[in-house]
Structure formats: C-alpha cells, structure tokens
C-alpha cells in the first residue's frame, strides 16, 4: 500500500498507457494474429506488371518465376524503362520462349516522368487481362502458385488485394531492422484493413482490377516520384473491396539493400508517400506510434525514480507478454518466427528511435528524388 502511495504520480500515467497499448495489440493487431483465410476458387485472367530499368542481372536470376506460374490464364508484361544496359535484348530472347511474355520499351518521351508511374501506365495499357498484379524485377515468386492465391480473392465486390513480400535473410544488423520493419508495416496495413480501414499495399505484391484502374488512374499523380502502391490504395481502398493474401506461397521475396543510406533513402520514399494519406488515416498511425513511444518514455522516467516497484515492473511484464503474444502469432503467419527473440530490442529501438529519427529526415528532405 505504502509502495502504490508513493508511486501513484509513476504508476496511474503508466498504467492509462497500458490501456491504450492493450486496446491496440489487441483490439487492432489480433485481427490478424488470429487471421483465418477462408479458402475460395476464383480464377479471372491475370496480367503481370513488372518496371524495370538496368536490371538484366535481376531479370536473369527472377523473371522465370513469374513466367513459369501454375495459372490457366495469365500474361506478364515488363516494361523496359529507357534501359542502358542489354536489358531489352535479354526480353527479346525470352520472348521467342515464353508466349505469355510482353514487352513494352520505353525508349524517351517528351516529359521525364520520375519513378514508376508512367512506366506501368504504359504497361496496364498494352494489358489485356481484367486483374493486374504488380511486382519488381528484384523480386521472386517463392512458388508457382503466386497468380493462383492472388487471383483467388476477387469476388463480386472486391478491387483491391494485398500481399506480403519479405526480404531475404542476411547475417548482419540492418538486414535484422529491415526484417522488423518490413514485419511491423504488414501487421499494421493488414490490420488496419481488417478492421476496414484500408490504409496502404506494396508495390512488390499488389493487384487491382483494371477498371478501377481506369477510372482514376496516375493522371493527377505522375509528376511525384512515389505512390504507384500505398497511395493508390489509400486513395481508392473501402472497408468493402479489398482483402488481403497471406498464404506463405503467395509470397514474394525481394532482395534487401546491404547500405544503409540506400535504405534510408528508400524508408525516406516511404515516409513521403505517407505524408499524402488520409487524414483519418495519419490520425491513427500517430495515435498508434505514440502510444508506444509514450509508454517507454513513461516506464523509463518510472523505473529511474522507482527501480525496486514491482507494481511499475508488473506493468511493464503485463506489456511484454501481450506482445510477445500477439507479435508471435503474426510472425508464425508469415513465417518470421525466428525473429521472436529480437522483438523486445527492436520493438523498443523502432519507435523511440527509428521513427522520430525518420520522421525528422523526412520533414526537413523536400527533394523529390527517385
């Protein structure tokens, strides 16, 4: 009694922000910590859509898992994007191969778009398929069942399908953090859309109707860098025409950067895109950051004042478990379970340090480079 006297101005604080963690983990997250996919047949014609500009060595090692796929009805379309190296020579002698691949060269034109966007405009033009299914040219389909539990989810009403794509495991330190952020971005865009508020998708396991496509399309958007993937779905995704995928073998594996400033600047892209959301959208996310920056800040203050508060520990172990718990479940569903022991030192370095630190780059960056 005389322990929770003492400590009441560390305790309560702490204690209304373990409400709010709580509500979060498992009001918003285990909705998809105990996700279950109920299996449908659908298969529509698909067409593939991969941009790629000086990546024969990555078509070499990639392009055959998206052409060799277990699907009745499917094309697959590269665009060549003013290419300098023998990218398109390489697509040539494909092509006399595979019938279901086309190319699309873009050798100049009169603006110079930055990033995708033109590129795959182009691209869903030359498409002759009623879905199309978006990835990179870095990137590799991990079973030939890609197309297949994409395509699977499109009944009447839905436009929209996001997938997972993990990046390859390496033995370092920033593969470590790319693998967590990489994890936290899906659970959070696959909660958030089910609990139907559709946020974002990643472009290198996407699809969308083409008619939704054509209704809005790039037009008012070409002219910024980022944005063919999350903001296309923030601005056209309801609670009602989108569903998410994540069967392991609908994933796609994509190469991570070795650099950290070459993965900044890609968090950076990100960061930018973000800034474009909806505003209820925005609102969340930071409620959602700061619950978690505010409760280590609060555990922190109590623990130097207060070391020896098994009330402030009890909180803190409450916390912990719950997370394990639900962080856990995620992770077994797109098959990140070995990352589980990083979780309680990565989780606190995200958002304490991680997110504000990009914030701030991204708040003072107004270059908009691709």
């Known amino acids: 009694m005389i322990d929770f006297i003492t400590n009441i101005y560390f305790i309560l604080p702490l204690f209304i922000l373990l409400l709010f963690q709580l509500l979060f983990f498992f009001g918003l997250f285990s909705r998809f910590a105990f996700f279950k996919k109920v299996s449908i047949k659908n298969e529509p014609s698909v067409s593939v859509l991969i941009a790629t500009k000086n990546e024969k060595e990555n078509l070499e090692n990639n392009l055959k898992s998206f052409l060799e796929q277990d699907y009745p ?10 290419s300098l190296d023998n990218t398109f020579e390489y697509l040539e002698q494909l092509e006399e191969k595979y ?18 966007k033109f590129a795959l405009s182009l691209g869903i033009r030359k498409s002759t398929k009623d879905i199309l299914l978006f990835t990179d040219a870095d990137c590799k389909a991990v079973s030939n069942q890609w197309i297949r539990l994409m395509a ?16 390859e495991r390496k033995n370092s330190l920033l593969n470590l953090i790319i693998q967590f952020d990489t994890f936290y ?18 472009g290198r396991n996407l699809s969308y109707r083409k008619e939704l496509f054509n209704k809005k399309g790039y037009a008012t958007q070409l002219h910024v860098p980022y944005g063919d993937d999350d903001l296309f779905v923030n601005k056209n995704a309801t609670e009602n025409n989108i569903s998410i995928e994540i ?3 609908s994933f796609i594996l994509s190469k991570p950067h070795t650099s950290l400033s070459k993965w900044f600047r890609q968090k950076k892209r990100h960061l930018k895109g973000g800034k474009e959301y909806k505003k209820n959208h925005k609102r969340w996310l930071a409620y959602l950051w700061l619950s978690h920056f ?22 803190f172990g409450l916390r912990f478990i719950s997370s394990m718990i639900v962080y856990g479940f995620s992770m077994k569903k797109l098959k990140m379970l070995p990352y589980l022991w990083a ?28």
């Open 343 to 370: 979780v309680p030192f990565l989780d606190i370095f995200y958002h304490i340090i991680f997110v504000p630190g990009m914030s701030t780059i991204s708040l003072f960056s107004n270059k908009k480079s691709w």
């Open 152 to 167: 699977r989810n499109y009944s009447d009403n839905n436009q929209i399908v996001t997938g997972f794509s993990p990046y």
């Open 73 to 82: 009805d499917y094309e697959v379309i590269v665009i060549d994007d003013k």
């Open 185 to 202: 971005t899906a659970l959070q865009y696959f909660s958030f859309t089910l609990a139907s508020m559709p946020y974002m998708g990643v």
């Open 294 to 315: 505010a409760f280590y800040v609060a555990f922190a203050i109590a623990v130097i004042f207060n070391p020896l508060s098994y009330l402030i520990w009890g909180i």
């Open 99 to 116: 019938s279901n691949l086309k190319i699309v060269r873009i050798k100049g034109h009169i603006r110079d778009y930055p990033g995708k």
């Open 247 to 249: 069967d392991p073998d």
